[in-house]
């Protein structure tokens, strides 16, 4: 028998899993740190016993799924989303939390649809050193403001994995940047699983 085949062929196929089950406790955890000071607080005002682990894990579950719910909900009214505005505005006043929320907000946005013509299209670079390559979104051409001669460098935006809102941004000769035929999700995708989930051709991802 050989052992230390079966025992990386386990590896392998545990390994998902685990990492799966990893983040959904790390998730799952930060959640109830968010409830349990409100849960306590009512607890003790309403004379009851100190909630269980399962029941605030239960309670937090619940509470972010209608927390998503209600955001999605104002969204879809005018009222609702003026109050979202004013949340951004809000948000973006407080210094140190502004560049965060500002900067995590405007990646994601222009992924998932491609705001002010940014991150439509998706890039292979040689990148962080010769022979080795990886994906980016087209951020915008002409960086002239920024490099004496630049009318001819784009700027690409590499995100990092599994974490592809905190990426790079780098300057290059467009004549260094090739085009990929592949959607921007399907790129973000690959990122965030760390280059195990190979994006197809749009060509292909469009056949039923």
Not at 141 to 159: F, H, K, L, N, Q
Request: some cysteine.
């Amino acid at each position: 028998m050989n052992f230390r085949k079966y025992l990386l062929a386990g590896l392998i196929t545990l390994l998902p899993l685990v990492v799966t089950l990893w983040l959904l406790k790390s998730i799952l955890s930060a959640l109830i740190d968010v409830f349990r000071a409100p849960l306590f607080w009512l607890a003790e005002v309403m004379h009851l016993p100190v909630p269980p682990w399962w029941m605030l894990a239960l309670f937090s579950g619940i509470a972010t799924l209608l927390l998503l719910f209600g955001a999605g909900v104002l969204v879809g009214n005018f009222l609702g989303r003026q109050l979202l505005d004013w949340l951004d505005e809000l948000m973006l006043m407080i210094p140190g939390i502004k560049g965060i929320y500002g900067a995590t907000k405007q990646v994601l946005g222009a992924i998932q649809s491609g705001q002010g013509g940014s991150f439509k299209e998706v890039v292979v670079v040689e990148w962080p050193h010769p022979g080795s390559y990886t994906l980016g979104f087209l951020a915008r051409r002409d960086c002239s403001w920024a490099v004496p001669g630049g009318e001819s460098m784009v700027a690409v935006y590499i995100p990092t994995a599994p974490n592809p809102t905190s990426g790079y941004v780098i300057m290059l000769e467009e004549s260094r940047v090739r085009p990929v035929d592949i959607r921007p999700e399907q790129a973000f995708t690959w990122a965030v699983s760390g280059g195990v989930v190979a994006p197809l051709p749009s060509a292909l991802a469009e056949k039923p």
